[in-house]
């Protein structure tokens, strides 16, 4: 179960960097309001994530079932941040982009927060994902 738990965690982080590359090359982390999304828990997200993947591969081949727990306690946050990013997300979707003068008189262009560019079909596999990678670790860590 460990490792069908790297596989997802792994498919998971694909979606996620996916995610993160379109919403940084949409400009979602300068400050100027592009994004709905907040820098330090977009970045929160990704970092503790990273860190429990990391010390989910060190379980893997150590067999310590601290690092299982350790995992699962890194993985609340992570979806914790998750879930508040997908909510800001949702609502980002289910408003019409507003129309703002840029660039000069007579220009005008849709003032899109960058996560609008996120496609549905990644953002749901990554969610979806995500549980089953939460549910996997908590489970190997009670059979550690």
């Given at each position: 179960m460990s490792i069908a738990a790297l596989v997802t965690w792994l498919a998971t982080a694909l979606g996620g960097f996916?995610?993160?590359?379109t919403w940084i090359a949409r400009g979602g982390a300068k400050s100027d309001g592009s994004s709905r999304l907040p820098v330090p828990v977009v970045f929160g997200h990704f970092l503790l994530a990273a860190a429990g993947l990391v010390v989910w591969v060190i379980y893997v081949f150590a067999d310590t079932p601290a690092l299982a727990w350790t995992a699962f306690v890194i993985l609340l946050p992570v979806a914790l941040l998750g879930f508040v990013m997908f909510a800001r997300?949702?609502?980002?979707?289910?408003?019409?982009?507003?129309?703002?003068?840029?660039?000069g008189p007579g220009a005008a262009a849709a003032d899109v927060p960058a996560e609008r560019g996120f496609p549905l079909p990644v953002v749901l596999g990554h969610g979806l994902?995500?549980?089953?990678?939460?549910?996997?670790?908590?489970l190997t860590a009670l059979q550690a």
């Open positions: 996916y995610m993160l590359g997300w949702l609502a980002v979707t289910r408003a019409p982009a507003v129309r703002t003068a840029r660039g994902l995500a549980v089953v990678t939460l549910v996997l670790v908590l």
